[in-house]
Structure formats: structure tokens, C-alpha cells
């Protein structure tokens, strides 16, 4: 297994805690009331957690984009974070 691998696992793996549970939710709150309000014709998320686009899914904008490391599920855009 990769380095990126590896992060990317203990990453998805701690998302899934309680303190990581806790945290999507309040993120996912700030931007569910936020995201509305916020004009453009690009919507571009840095790094993938939770199911993909949960984040931004409230945004009135249509055009998004998910930029993270290689293999991470829903990202439009991938690439080596070690490299």
C-alpha cells in the first residue's frame, strides 16, 4: 500500500469516529446556511470526505469540482500528495 494509500484510509477511518461524525455534521451545518448566499459559476472543494458533494450540495452552483488525492472517491481532479 502507498503512502497516499495509507493517509487516504486512516483519514476515511476517522471520519467515521465520533469526533469525525461530529465534525462533518457542524461543517456540513455552516455550509448549509452559507453555501446559498455565495454567487459564482465554479464551486471547487479541496480534499474528499463524507459522501462525495454532501458538502455542497446546498450551493446554488452547478458547476463543481472535488480536488483531492489519488484514489479519493468523487474527486474530478486527483492527484500525489507526497509527490
Given amino acids: 500500500m502507498s503512502d497516499a494509500s495509507a493517509a487516504q484510509q486512516d483519514r476515511a477511518t476517522w471520519w467515521q469516529t465520533k469526533t469525525g461524525t461530529y465534525l462533518f455534521k457542524q461543517e456540513r451545518a455552516v455550509l448549509k446556511e452559507t453555501l446559498p448566499t455565495v ?26 469540482l472535488i480536488v483531492a488525492d489519488g484514489g479519493a472517491e468523487g474527486a474530478g481532479i486527483t492527484g500525489d500528495p507526497c509527490y
Avoid: D, N
Wanted: net charge positive; hydrophobic share 30%.
Fill in 39 to 64: 454567487f459564482g459559476y465554479y464551486l471547487v472543494q479541496s480534499g474528499c470526505w463524507g459522501p462525495p458533494g454532501a458538502l455542497m450540495e446546498s450551493s446554488p452552483i452547478r458547476t463543481r
